[in-house]
């Protein structure tokens, strides 16, 4: 298993200004995963941050709207910026597991829950 | 998008009865997944199935899949107040999961 931290828990913000999220987690891994889960609703996957190269973006996320930064293996920051009222969700970081048996399982961070008003 | 749609969205159960939610999907999988949330924090793994599996069982917890039907179910026995949680179906792609919607699970003392 893998053990993530995140930074902030949460946060209250104004809108037009930007948060940046830290995922920490306690060994090395390929890929991290970004999601974000609007309030009563499922998790949605932001982006994918390899080390090295730049995030992969799924449809509906763009690069300047939520910037990724994967300086290596154990580090990644989201930011969400120019907010609005609508990025109030919660954002999760997780990885995949490092194991054989649980190469297709991911783990999760805590999740910074945002509040923009 | 979401690939999986769960019932139902609520379940509000007595202590020691025993709660059953179901998943569909739309595409052809790998495996599935089980996971559980307890109040918005980050998610917790429960239980995999891997696409050739028809059952499997991990403590409290029985999962099925009907390929054919692309529905799977998950069975927690004899329930406690701790089981309060939402609990999410997520599909494989590649390098990626994409949940379901959710059921909001309610264990009433």
């Known amino acids: 298993s893998a053990v993530i931290s995140q930074k902030p828990s949460r946060d209250i913000c104004q809108r037009g200004t930007s948060l940046t999220i830290q995922c920490q987690v306690d060994?090395?891994?390929?890929?991290m995963f970004w999601y974000r889960q609007q309030p009563g609703q499922s998790l949605t996957l932001i982006a994918t941050?390899?080390?090295?190269?730049?995030?992969?973006?799924e449809s509906g996320f763009v690069i300047d709207k939520f910037p990724i930064s994967r300086p290596n293996l154990t580090f990644s920051t989201l930011t969400v910026s120019n907010m609005s009222p609508e990025d109030s969700s919660i954002y999760l970081c997780?990885?995949?597991?490092?194991?054989?048996?649980?190469?297709?399982?991911?783990?999760f961070g805590p999740g910074t829950r945002l509040l923009v008003l | 998008s979401q690939q999986g749609e769960e019932d139902p969205q609520a379940l509000s159960i007595q202590e020691g009865e025993n709660a059953t939610m179901n998943c569909s999907y739309k595409?052809?999988?790998?495996?599935l997944q089980w996971y559980r949330q307890n109040s918005g924090r980050g998610l917790v793994h429960l239980i995999l199935?891997?696409?050739?599996?028809r059952e499997k069982h991990s403590g409290r917890l029985r999962v099925t899949l009907d390929t054919s039907k692309k529905s799977s179910s998950l069975l927690i026995t004899a329930s406690r107040a701790a089981d309060t949680a939402s609990y999410f179906c997520?599909?494989?792609?590649?390098?990626?999961?994409?949940f379901g919607t959710g059921t909001r699970l309610t264990i009433i003392p």
């Open positions: 997780s990885v995949q597991g490092r194991t054989s048996g649980e190469g297709e399982t991911q783990y």
């Open positions: 060994s090395q891994v390929t890929m």
């Open positions: 941050a390899n080390q090295g190269s730049e995030a992969t973006y």
């Open positions: 595409t052809s999988i790998n495996n």
């Open positions: 199935i891997r696409s050739n599996e």
């Open positions: 997520a599909t494989d792609e590649p390098e990626k999961l994409t």
